[in-house]
């Protein structure tokens, strides 16, 4: 299983970006998968998900200005980041699986099997 992201960088406040998920090594297709986050001294939160039978999930603070996709053929989940703020600025995870956030909290981002290495989105 591997899961490699990309896209990250600088952006000015207002600014977009489209975060990148190449993934192997599973099932893609029919994998739940996501977007998670975390902010210097913040907890880690989801950002965005991709589960069987719903509809993709949102946290609030991102509703109508990100939005999670993949493409089958290719094997890559996106996450289109529009009308940036300074609160968007954390390193972003892409994961296989759905966590709560009550488990995000205790648990944090970084170092989890089956997510990728995080990218560093910085808006200012």
């Known amino acids: 299983v591997q899961l490699v992201e990309s896209g990250g960088g600088l952006v000015p406040i207002g600014g977009s970006l489209r975060l990148s998920c190449a993934a192997s090594g599973f099932p893609f297709s029919t994998t739940d998968m996501g977007w998670v986050r975390q902010a210097a001294g913040s907890e880690c939160e989801s950002v965005a998900t991709?589960?069987?039978?719903?509809?993709?999930y949102y946290e609030d603070a991102v509703k109508g200005r990100f939005t999670i996709s993949r493409d089958p053929a290719e094997k890559v989940m996106y996450l289109q980041m529009n009308n940036l703020k300074v609160e968007d600025t954390a390193v972003y995870y892409c994961?296989?699986?759905?966590?709560?956030?009550?488990?995000?909290?205790?648990?944090?981002?970084?170092?989890?099997?089956?997510w990728g290495q995080g990218t560093q989105v910085t808006v200012s």
């Open positions: 991709l589960e069987q039978g719903h509809i993709p």
């Open positions: 994961a296989i699986g759905i966590y709560s956030p009550s488990w995000l909290r205790q648990n944090g981002c970084s170092g989890k099997r089956y």
